[in-house]
């Protein structure tokens, strides 16, 4: 299925206190690139994230968004270390007796000396972390997943609209082609004609000019080719389920060049303002198809 590189998707979950918020946006861009921006807490599990999404996503400028609301009872503990404690108290009472101070020592004075009481946070447990943001995460994915196929439908609806055009517009020049050759074999003559007046016409050098003007502004080969790419194209984006937006870019490209051929050797009013006609829609399809995975 087709899938546009623009998308939108929001998700949220929440668990014992912890509530995940994602958010994912998307432009085209011509590679995959993923800015991921998550709290520094969890920034172990930006590469399981990011796997993630690169199972989803093949093309795109991604910006993901993930935000953490902790109403949960913080996991701490407080430590005591009896060593440093007795230390202080020793320094204290050596500082008492040498100045001869009388007043007991408070409790609050080693209390608070530096790393005699030691408050740790536990560490999280990143596995049920993840539990409940691979949720958020999972129902943000399917939402933009979904977003980006409904874009991508209306994409290819219009492309291949255009396509049928194009191939429409093909018909008029495959037909208007065989007159040309007959046509400026008329205007030859005529010139020639005029020029010499009742001179005889030399038949066969007049029929060899024809031959050469045929040849040189022939664009069968060119014809064929077009429709073959135009089919190529249609075909892609009716059966493909993988992503074809760098293929479509070459179909594309070389659309362009045997419509630029067609419009240099077709020495016919009418076939070139078709060709310009063609021109105007695949440019069109190329500025949709830039919006393609």
Request: charged content about 35%.
């Amino acid at each position: 299925m087709i899938k546009s590189m623009t998308g939108y998707g929001r998700g949220s979950a929440e668990s014992d206190g912890k509530g995940f918020n994602v958010e994912i946006k998307s432009v085209n861009n011509r590679y995959l690139d993923i800015n991921i921006r998550l709290p520094r807490m969890i920034n172990s599990l930006e590469d399981r994230i990011r796997k993630e999404i690169t199972s989803k996503v093949s093309r795109g400028k991604i910006d993901v968004y993930i935000t953490l609301e902790d109403s949960s009872e913080k996991d701490v503990s407080i430590k005591v270390d009896d060593n440093m404690a007795k230390a202080y108290y020793n320094a204290y009472s050596h500082i008492k007796n040498l100045l001869g101070i009388t007043e007991d020592i408070p409790l609050s004075l080693v209390s608070k000396a530096p790393d005699v009481i030691v408050v740790e946070k536990n560490e999280e447990d990143l596995e049920e972390i993840y539990k409940v943001l691979s949720l958020a995460l999972s129902e943000a994915l399917n939402m933009f997943v979904d977003m980006r196929q409904v874009e991508g439908e209306k994409l290819s609806e219009d492309v291949l609209n255009r396509c049928d055009d194009i191939l429409s517009m093909m018909n008029t020049i495959e037909e208007r082609s065989p007159t040309v050759v007959s046509e400026y074999r008329e205007k030859i003559t005529q010139r020639i004609n005029e020029f010499l007046g009742e001179i005889e016409v030399d038949e066969a050098r007049l029929l060899n000019e024809v031959a050469f003007f045929s040849d040189k502004c022939s664009i069968t080969e060119e014809i064929v080719r077009l429709k073959s790419h135009i089919l190529q194209l249609k075909d892609t984006l009716k059966n493909s389920n993988d992503s074809v937006g760098r293929k479509l870019d070459f179909l594309i490209q070389e659309m362009n060049r045997e419509t630029n051929t067609i419009g240099s050797k077709a020495n016919d009013l009418l076939i070139t303002k078709t060709v310009v006609d063609i021109k105007s829609e695949i440019e069109k399809i190329r500025e949709q198809i830039q919006n393609i995975e």
